[in-house]
Nanobody, 116 residues
Framework: QVRLVQSGGGVMQAGESLSIFCVGT???????????MGWYRQAPGKQRELVAT???????NYADSAKGRFTISRDNAKRTVYLQMNSLRPEDTAVYYC???????WGQGTQVTVSS
């Protein structure tokens, strides 16, 4: 069974850093390696929004809110995509989801809470 399994998350103080990651279990190397991946987040009472994407070749794009603070990366051999979040702000509080859009696969979600 194909799943995107997320790890990481937690309660942080503003200004701290946190890394979350997502492993494609049951995902073939060919599928993972040749497709873009993304991170989304959904804050309470808000719609899910795109945070960052990374192509199969490693080109990254970021939402304005993430630029300069977040870094998306991937390790195809490990079928893993990472999101390094620096200089966290209270407004980064949300449930974060990884996504493989070509197949509409989603991770289970990871809560990140940032207190001021």
């Amino acid at each position: 069974q194909v799943r995107l399994v997320q790890s990481g998350g937690g309660v942080m103080q503003a200004g701290e850093s946190l890394s979350i990651f997502c492993v494609g279990t049951g995902v073939s190397g060919a599928i993972f390696t040749t497709n873009s991946m993304g991170w989304y987040r959904q804050a309470p009472g808000k719609q899910r929004e795109l945070v960052a994407t990374i192509t199969s070749g490693g080109d990254a794009n970021y939402a304005d809110s993430a630029k300069g603070r977040f870094t998306i990366s991937r390790d195809n051999a490990k079928r893993t995509v990472y999101l390094q979040m620096n200089s966290l702000r209270p407004e980064d509080t949300a449930v974060y989801y990884c996504n493989l859009p070509a197949y509409d696969w989603w991770g289970q979600g990871t809560q990140v809470t940032v207190s001021s």
